[in-house]
């Protein structure tokens, strides 16, 4: 009797198997029909929050006020007019004149902490970030008051005004300067350690091996610094909207056409004007990009510098010289913010933080941004993090990932005014369903992750391809969902990626003001924007006190994330730690 059940068995056992098996490809049909839905989903929120604003304005630009096609005329009517063709000449200008001033100040002060051995390195570094930590009008604030009508330095000037081309260019120089160092430190530290071994004992100075070695190994890095100067400087508004006076910039047009005269129609011709330079700088940037990795050699070696007393004692100097003018800057706007009324009365009172900000009931900006930071860094990491390890870890679906790739990197060529008026025209638009949206805190947090897409993106990116695609396979293999690989496995090995894309985010929300500058309403003001409000209406020392304490949170913040970092690696990474 036993054997015929034993026989029974092995009969039945090849059927039992195959319905595993069956049963096993439908589960993991399953979960890949998820990644391919939420594949879709990204694509078309991308579509949605970031092409279609965009289209809007190319429509717009070819419409007249009543809606009737019109072409390129109203491109002719702007450039006929002499004023408004004069704000092109003037961006360009100013454009330049940054660029030339900013990249070899912010070279030699990269070549001083990658090619020196003076000390407080690490110090200096972390002192260059200054900028990057408040809105780039607090800078202007702070050179009225050093070079103002009453400004502490007002002589320095020979007798110019800071309110122009003058003005706009030093804080310009200010802003930009953190963002082409830290292009040109990655650039410089690529540097190839054997090239200079090989120089040095063939007898070459210091000299001839810079111009020979360094300069064309770093080629790439300030090309594409210069580019992101450019662009950055074309695209800001802070800045000239307060130091600016009568000097015309395009992105002073668009405010001014849009805020000032509601015609979003010739605001959509300037704004494809202020599109085209950061288009075209993308797209240089790129190019660049790709080559520069395939200059990369596998026998590289790292190019550990030497000790020379007078070369460091210099480089040692000259950081010493730009963090002291940093923070410069920034100490006179904290300082204008607890003085009485600069010049005449310059005790130190806390009337611009009580009776300024809190009286007043504009402290409210400051906590609408910190509600949007927060929600901005929750959205975004999921957003961001989630749509990079869709298109990079799972499978199927082919043909729509490098069509989510290309709209992952459009944010990076469009500039904040330009998204900000897309926003306006296309979510304003009577017929869009997605029209309860305007004037939310809801579209301020979807504008600011789509503006700040591009590098974060690109950062998680370039976590999950150092993940080895062995883990997913396991994983299909195994049956076990791609959810529970990205939570168990992907998010503790990236867990330092997403910490830098969640402060990076938390830093932008709380200085942005190109683009949403047109989209907040009375309940939704941010604290950069009530720092223009209040820069406008001539009230300096609340300005200043407004930023100050977004410093002062973007500081915090970046304390606490060095410090909950550490905590958080420990746990989460474990395992490679020997």
Known sequence: MSRPASALGMMSSPAGGARQAAAGRQQ?????????????LVCAGLAVFLLMPVLMILVQSVQDKDGLFVGLRQFGEYMSTSALRQSVLNTLFIAVSVTLLVIPAAFTFAYALTRSMMPFKRFFRTLSLIPILAPSLLAAISFVQWFGTQGALKGLL???SIYGPIGIVISECYAVFPHALMILITALSL????LYEVAESLGTSRLRKFWTITLPGAKY???SA???VFTFTVNDFGVPKVIGG????????VYQLVVGQQNFNKGAVVSLLLLLPALMAFAIDFTIRRKLQSQLSARAVPFVPKRHRLFDALMFSYCGLVCLLLLSVLGMAVYTSFIKLWPYNLTLVWDHYYFGLIQDGIL???????????YVVASGIVLIFGSAYLVEKTRGMEAARPVIRLLAMLPMGVPGLVLGLGYIMFFNHPDNPLNFLYRS???????????????????AVTALKAIDNEFEAVSASLKVPFYKTFLRVTVPVCLPAILDIGRYLFINAMTTISAVVFLYSPDTTLASVALLNLEAEGKIGPAAAMGTLIVLTSTIVCILYALTTRVLLKKAQSWCQT
């Open 28 to 40: 993991s049909h399953w979960h890949e029909r998820i990644a391919h839905g939420m594949l879709l």
């Open 158 to 160: 020979g007798g110019a």
């Open 191 to 194: 540097a190839d350690g054997r």
């Open 221 to 223: 890095g300030l090309i």
């Open 226 to 228: 210069a580019l992101v």
């Open 246 to 253: 009568d000097f015309n910039v395009l992105a002073i047009d």
């Open 364 to 374: 409210e900006s400051y906590f609408n941004s910190l509600r949007l930071a927060a």
């Open 441 to 459: 805190m809801a579209i301020l947090v979807l504008s600011t992750v789509v503006h700040y897409f591009t590098s974060s993106y690109l950062t």
